[in-house]
C-alpha cells in the first residue's frame, strides 16, 4: 500500500484516501493554482496507527522521509536548516469536512538554530520570533496538550506591562523573551525540554493529528453529522508561506456566495500581518474582503479571479482560506461551503440558471432534513441576540412561538377565543390537553421526553414545543413558572419558546415567517418533475390537510379517528359510549357521534378535492377516553344519570396492564361491531355528501392492527354491508377500498394471506418498530439514548427505520403481498414516513407512496425525490 501522496499526485477524487483538504489542495495544484506544495499521509495511514496499537509503522515512517527529501529538494530548503529552513505546516484533514474540530500545527521546524537561520534568510527577525512563539504554543497545545491558556497569559501579561493593543505591537525583543517563557512553561509542563529536533517534532505533530480524530469535540461533531468513526484523518504537510511578514502580508478566508443568504458576492474576511488562527479568534477585528481592493488592488484581482475559477470548477459555492505573503497570493484551502438550507436553496437554483448545473444536480445539492429550517416560523436573529434567556429544555418540535402563558387547556381556548396568543404550559400533556394544544401558538413542558405526549403530538401538528424544560418549575395549582432564584411567571405574561433548540425567553421575540415561494417552490416544482413516488400526509382534520397540500401532499396516507373523539364537545357521548352496558344503549350513543363524525369527514373530503384519503379506524384502548379525576367522574354520573361509582368501576374494569398490546386496534371492531358500523357508515355518508356537492371522492378505509386475517375478513364483511346499504339508501355509488395497517410482525409473514381480503396495506411502522424489537415506544427513551452513545444501535430505531430488521419485514409484507395481488397499493404511514433514509428505503421497496406530518411533506417530496436520481 501506498501511504503518501505528494499534492502532484492527488486529485479531487481521492477524498476518501487524501481526506477533503488533501483531495482538494491536490486538485487546486493540479488546475495550477498558487498552493504551497507538499503531500498527504492517506487516512489509511491513520487506520493503521489505530490497527498498531498507535504507533506509526516504520514503514510509513520512511515513506513520509522519502516525501520530505523530495520537498525540501523542491522548495530548496531544508527542516531545521540554520541558513534558510523550510518550515511547514502539519494539517489535518477528514473525508468529511469538520471545521476547527481537529488540530494543525503552524511554523514547525523552528528551533533556536532554525529561527536565526530564518531570520538571515527573510532579513526580518520580528517575524521569525512571531512564528517561533506561535509554533511553540501550537505544538505544546495539540501534541503536549498543555493548556493554550497559560501560553495567553504571557502574551496578555506582556502586552498589558508594555501597554499594547495588539500582538503586531509586540516588539522582536518583546517577542524573544515570550519565546524563552514559552519554553519554560513547556518544560514545566512536559518535564524536558522543547523538542529541537525537527524530525522529531514532525513525527510528534503528526501523531498528534492521528488522535486528534478521537477528541472528545471530534466525537461529538461525527455524531450530531452522521459521519462514521472509522473513516479516520488524512495529515497533510504543507510548506508555509507567511501572512505575518509586515504590512504587505496578511491571510484570510472567503465564501464565493454569502452563505447565510446564498447571495452572488464574495463575502469574507481578513487580517494584514496576521497567521493561521488569528482571524477566526478574535484578537483583532478582521477587515471584510471588499476592502482589500483598496489596500492592495492587483492581489485582490488575482484573488477574486481564483474565487471563480474555483467555484466554476468545482460547481459548488467554495469556501477558501488564502494567504498572502509579501504581495504574493496563496491559496491554502478549498471546499464546498457550508450554508444555511436558503441559502442552499438559493444556490443551487442560480446554478441552475447559470447553467452550471442541471436540475437533478440541484435537487441533490439540498440536505432534506435542512427543510426543516424553512417550515417553521423562526426566531429573527437580532432580536434572539437582545432576548433574555431564561431555561432550557428539550427541542420536541421545531418552530418558534411566542404568547401569554397559560396552564390548562381551557385557559388556553379561552384566552384564545378572546382573541390572544397563548403558550400552553403544564408540568406534563395528556390527550385531554389536545384542544388547548391546537389553539396554542406553542407548548412547554417541564417534564417528558421526546417522544412524550406533547412532543410526538406537536410534531405531528407543526407546532412548536419544548419540552422536559426541568430548568422551571410549573405550579398549575398557582398557575406560575418559577425560573432560576426568584424569576416568576404569572398567568398571561410573554414567554416565547424555540422548539428548534430549546431555548425559553422571558417576553416576546420577534419572528419571521414561513413561506414556500421564490426559489423554494421553484426547487419544489423540480422535485415534483423527478420524484416518482407519491407523498401524503398524516392529518386528521381539515386545518392540518389545508396545510399539508400548501406544502405539497397528494393525498391523507393516515387520517386518524380517535383525536376526532378527544374533542370538547364530543367527549361526554363518547364516554356514554363506552360506558353503556347494553348494545342498544352503545347504540344510542354512538348516534349522537355518527353526525358529527359525518361532518368531520366530509369536511376532509371537502379540502382534499378528489385526492385519496385514508381514514384508520378507532384504534387505541378504551380506557384513554375515560375521566380519571374525581370532579369530571361526579359530573359525568349526573350527566348520565348513573351513580359515579358505577363509573369507577368501569374504569377499572377497563384498565389494562399492557395497553399498547391490548384490547385496541380492529380488537375493538370485533367486540365492540357497533362502533366500526358507525364509523363506516360517517365515511361513506361524509363521501356522498361531498359527491352531492360536486367533489370527487377517494376514500380508503383502513383497519388498524391487524395480525391474522380472519380479523379482516370479518371487519371487511362489517364495512362492506354498512357503505353499501349507505349508498343504497342514498342512491349514489362511491368507489372505495378497504384494506389494513400492516404493524404486527405476523401480518407481515403472513402477508399473502392478508392481501387476499386487503385492496392496500399501509406500513404502520411505529407500531411495527415497537413489536419487532419489543421495545415499548412509551418506556424506550429510558435506555434507547444509552443504546446508541455505547453503539449497541446505530440509531434510535423509532426515528430512522432500522431497515435490518424491521426493514426486511416490510419488505417481506410487500413481497408476500404483491405475489398474490401484483396491484396491490402499499404505503407507509408512522414517523418514519418523513425520514430521508427511510423514504429512500420506501422507494426502493416499490412502496406507491410515503405519509408524514404536514410540516414534514416537503422534505419527503425532496428525499424521495433524490432516492429516485
Ligand atoms: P482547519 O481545518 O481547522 O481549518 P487548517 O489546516 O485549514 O485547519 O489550518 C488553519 C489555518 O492555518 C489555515 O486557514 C491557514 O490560515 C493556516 N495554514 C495552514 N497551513 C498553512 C501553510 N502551509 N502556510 C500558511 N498558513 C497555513
Ligand atoms: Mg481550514
Ligand atoms: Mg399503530
Redesign the pocket.
Known amino acids: 500500500t501506498k501511504y503518501v501522496y505528494s499534492f502532484k499526485e492527488g486529485s479531487k477524487e481521492m477524498k476518501s484516501l487524501l481526506g477533503g483538504?488533501g483531495a482538494n489542495l491536490a486538485e487546486m495544484t493540479k488546475i495550477g493554482l498558487p498552493v504551497?506544495q507538499?503531500f498527504t499521509i492517506t487516512t489509511d495511514a491513520c487506520n493503521d496507527y489505530y490497527d498498531n496499537d498507535k504507533v506509526i509503522r516504520a514503514e510509513i515512517v520512511a515513506e513520509i522521509e522519502e516525501h520530505l527529501a523530495e520537498l525540501e529538494e523542491l522548495q530548496g530548503k531544508k527542516l531545521g536548516c540554520t541558513k534558510n529552513p523550510l518550515?511547514?505546516?502539519v494539517?489535518?484533514?477528514a473525508v468529511f469536512?469538520?471545521?476547527?474540530?481537529?488540530?494543525?500545527i503552524?511554523n514547525l521546524g523552528l528551533n533556536d538554530d532554525s529561527v536565526i537561520g530564518l531570520c538571515e534568510a527573510t532579513q526580518n527577525e520580528r517575524f521569525a520570533y512571531d512564528s517561533y512563539r506561535r509554533f511553540i504554543q501550537m505544538f505544546s497545545d495539540v501534541a503536549m496538550e498543555v493548556p493554550k491558556y497559560k501560553f495567553e497569559n504571557v502574551l496578555d501579561r506582556v502586552k498589558e506591562e508594555k501597554g499594547y493593543k495588539f500582538d503586531t505591537d509586540l516588539t522582536t525583543e518583546d517577542l524573544k523573551g515570550i519565546v524563552e517563557e514559552f519554553k519554560g512553561i513547556y518544560k514545566k509542563e512536559v518535564g524536558e525540554d522543547f523538542p529541537q529536533d525537527p524530525k522529531k517534532q514532525l513525527m510528534l505533530a503528526i501523531e498528534a493529528v492521528f488522535r486528534s480524530w478521537n477528541n472528545p469535540r471530534a466525537i461529538v461533531y461525527r455524531k450530531l453529522n452522521d459521519i462514521s468513526n472509522k473513516l479516520g484523518t488524512a495529515v497533510?504537510i504543507?510548506?508555509?508561506?507567511?501572512?505575518n511578514m509586515g504590512q504587505t502580508s496578511g491571510?484570510?478566508?472567503a465564501f464565493t456566495r454569502n452563505p447565510a443568504t446564498g447571495e452572488n458576492k464574495l463575502f469574507g474576511e481578513y487580517l494584514i500581518n496576521a497567521?493561521?488562527?488569528?482571524?477566526v479568534a478574535g484578537i483583532r477585528t478582521p477587515q471584510n474582503i471588499s476592502t482589500l481592493k483598496d489596500v492592495m488592488p492587483e492581489i485582490y484581482d488575482q484573488f477574486v479571479k481564483v474565487t471563480q475559477i474555483l467555484e466554476n470548477h468545482y460547481r459548488d459555492m467554495q469556501d477558501i482560506?488564502?494567504?498572502i505573503?509579501n504581495e504574493k497570493l496563496?491559496i491554502?484551502?478549498t471546499r464546498n461551503g457550508k450554508r444555511t438550507a436558503k441559502a442552499a436553496i438559493n444556490v443551487a437554483v442560480d446554478l441552475v440558471e447559470s447553467g452550471i448545473i442541471d436540475k437533478k444536480e440541484a435537487i441533490m445539492r439540498v440536505e432534506p432534513n435542512q427543510l426543516d429550517q424553512l417550515l417553521h416560523p423562526t426566531f429573527e436573529d437580532k432580536a434572539l441576540k437582545e432576548a433574555h434567556h431564561i431555561a432550557k429544555g428539550l427541542p420536541a418540535s421545531p418552530g418558534a412561538a411566542c404568547g401569554k402563558v397559560y396552564f390548562n387547556a381551557d385557559d388556553v381556548v379561552e384566552a384564545v377565543a378572546n382573541g390572544e396568543k397563548a403558550l400552553l404550559v403544564r408540568q406534563e400533556t395528556s390527550p385531554e390537553d389536545i384542544e388547548g394544544m391546537v389553539k396554542a401558538e406553542g407548548i412547554l413542558t417541564a417534564r417528558g421526553g421526546m417522544t412524550s405526549h406533547a412532543a410526538v403530538v406537536a410534531r405531528g401538528m407543526g407546532k412548536c414545543c419544548v419540552a422536559g424544560c426541568g430548568e422551571i418549575k410549573v405550579d398549575e395549582a398557582a398557575k406560575e413558572i418559577r425560573a432560576g432564584e426568584d424569576l416568576v411567571i404569572k398567568e398571561g405574561d410573554y414567554l416565547s419558546i424555540d422548539g428548534s433548540t430549546g431555548n425559553v425567553y422571558l417576553g416576546e421575540v420577534k419572528q419571521s415567517p414561513v413561506e414556500v415561494t421564490g426559489n423554494f417552490e421553484k426547487l419544489m416544482n423540480w422535485v415534483d418533475e423527478t420524484k416518482q413516488m407519491m407523498v401524503r400526509t398524516n392529518a386528521d382534520n381539515p386545518r392540518d390537510a389545508k396545510a399539508a397540500i400548501e406544502f405539497g401532499a397528494e393525498g391523507i396516507g393516515l387520517c386518524r379517528t380517535e383525536h376526532m373523539f378527544f374533542e370538547e364537545d364530543r367527549i361526554p357521548a363518547v364516554r356514554e359510549m363506552i360506558l353503556s352496558e347494553t348494545v342498544e344503549q352503545r347504540e344510542k350513543a354512538l348516534e349522537k357521534i355518527l353526525p358529527m363524525q359525518r361532518k368531520d369527514f366530509f369536511e376532509i373530503f371537502e379540502v382534499m378535492e378528489g385526492r385519496p384519503v385514508n381514514i384508520r379506524l378507532l384504534d387505541p384502548p378504551l380506557h384513554e377516553f375515560l375521566p380519571q379525576d374525581d370532579e369530571t367522574i361526579k359530573e359525568l354520573a349526573e350527566s348520565m344519570g348513573i351513580p359515579a361509582e358505577k363509573i369507577r368501576k368501569r374504569i377499572v374494569d377497563l384498565e389494562e396492564f399492557n395497553p399498547m398490546l391490548g384490547h385496541r386496534g380492529c380488537r375493538l371492531a370485533i367486540t365492540y361491531p357497533e362502533i366500526c358500523v358507525m364509523q363506516a357508515r360517517a365515511i361513506m355518508e361524509g363521501a356522498i355528501q361531498a359527491v352531492e356537492k360536486g367533489i370527487k371522492v377517494v376514500p380508503e378505509i383502513m383497519v388498524p392492527l391487524v395480525g391474522e386475517v380472519n380479523e379482516l375478513k370479518v371487519i371487511r364483511e362489517m364495512i362492506t354491508e354498512t357503505v353499501e346499504k349507505v349508498m343504497e339508501e342514498k342512491g349514489v355509488r362511491v368507489d372505495y377500498t378497504i384494506g389494513t395497517m400492516i404493524e404486527i410482525p405476523r401480518a407481515c409473514v403472513t402477508a399473502d394471506e392478508i392481501a387476499e381480503v386487503a385492496d392496500f396495506f399501509s406500513f404502520g411502522t411505529n407500531d411495527l418498530t415497537q413489536m419487532g424489537f419489543g421495545y415499548s415506544r412509551d418506556d424506550a427513551g429510558k435506555f434507547l439514548g444509552e443504546y446508541v452513545d455505547k453503539e449497541i444501535l446505530e440509531k434510535d430505531p423509532f426515528q430512522v427505520l432500522d431497515q435490518k430488521g424491521i426493514g426486511k419485514l416490510v419488505q417481506m409484507g410487500a413481497k408476500l403481498g404483491r405475489s398474490v395481488k401484483p396491484e396491490l397499493k402499499l404505503g407507509i404511514c408512522g414517523e418514519h414516513g418523513g425520514e430521508p433514509s427511510s423514504v429512500e428505503f420506501c422507494y426502493n421497496t416499490g412502496l406507491n407512496y410515503v405519509s408524514c406530518s404536514p410540516y414534514r411533506v416537503p422534505i419527503a417530496r425532496l428525499a424521495a425525490a433524490q432516492a429516485s436520481i
Open positions: 483538504k504551497p507538499g518550515l511547514v505546516s494539517r489535518s484533514g469536512s469538520m471545521p476547527g474540530m481537529m488540530d494543525t503552524l497533510n504543507q510548506s508555509m508561506v507567511f501572512g491571510t484570510g478566508v497567521q493561521g488562527e488569528d482571524v482560506e488564502f494567504t505573503e496563496f491554502l484551502q
